[in-house]
C-alpha cells in the first residue's frame, strides 16, 4: 500500500528581479494541503474471474464491451475452427483472460506497452495454463499498440 502523507509548500517570489508579478504584494505566500491518498490493489471479479487491476488502466463500465468481443471471439472460434487474439492494449489483461477461458482461444497476445505492469498481466493470465512451444497459450509483450499489430500483420498472423 502506498500512503502520500499531507505536506505544505510555499511558492515564493520569482528569483528575477526584472520580473514583477501581477499579483506582487497581495499574496506573499501560498498553501497546498493535501490528504492522504491509498493506492490499493484489490482482488476484482470479472464474469466468476478473479483478477487484480494493481495501478494499471482498468474500467469496471467496459464489461460490455469485453462481453461483446468474447461472444465475438467465440463466434469466430466457432466457424473457423481456431482463435489467435493479439490484445493491443491490455492493461491488467482481463480480456485477454476472458479469451483464454470464455472464448477458447487457443493463442492469445497480451501487449501492454507499459512494461511495469508485466506482473500483474502475467499473474491474471497464469490463471490459465501456460503451455510451451506449440502449445503455448499465451504470451506478454511490451511494445505500442501500432507496433504490436504492424509485427503481426508482417509475419501474416
Not at 35 to 55: A, H, N, W, Y
Not at 86 to 114: K, P
Amino acid at each position: 500500500m502506498l500512503t502520500l502523507s499531507s505536506s505544505s509548500f510555499t511558492l515564493h517570489k520569482s528569483q528575477n528581479p526584472r520580473r514583477k508579478s501581477p499579483n506582487s504584494g497581495r499574496f506573499q505566500s501560498f498553501k497546498w494541503r493535501f490528504s492522504p491518498i491509498f493506492v490499493k490493489s484489490e482482488v476484482q471479479i470479472e464474469r466468476d474471474l478473479e483478477f487484480e487491476t494493481g495501478e494499471t488502466f482498468f474500467r469496471h463500465e467496459s464489461a460490455r464491451g469485453r462481453d461483446l468481443g468474447v461472444l465475438s471471439a467465440s463466434l469466430y472460434k466457432r466457424s473457423n475452427g481456431i482463435l489467435r487474439v493479439l490484445d493491443a492494449m491490455c492493461g491488467c489483461g482481463i480480456r485477454s483472460l476472458r479469451y483464454l477461458v470464455e472464448a477458447d482461444a487457443d493463442f492469445v497476445i497480451a501487449n501492454d506497452a507499459n512494461d511495469e505492469n508485466r506482473r500483474i498481466i502475467t499473474d491474471n493470465l497464469s490463471r490459465v495454463e501456460r503451455g510451451e512451444g506449440d502449445e503455448r497459450r499465451w504470451v506478454v509483450t511490451h511494445m505500442l499498440a501500432n507496433k504490436a499489430m504492424i509485427e503481426r500483420y508482417m509475419i501474416g498472423d
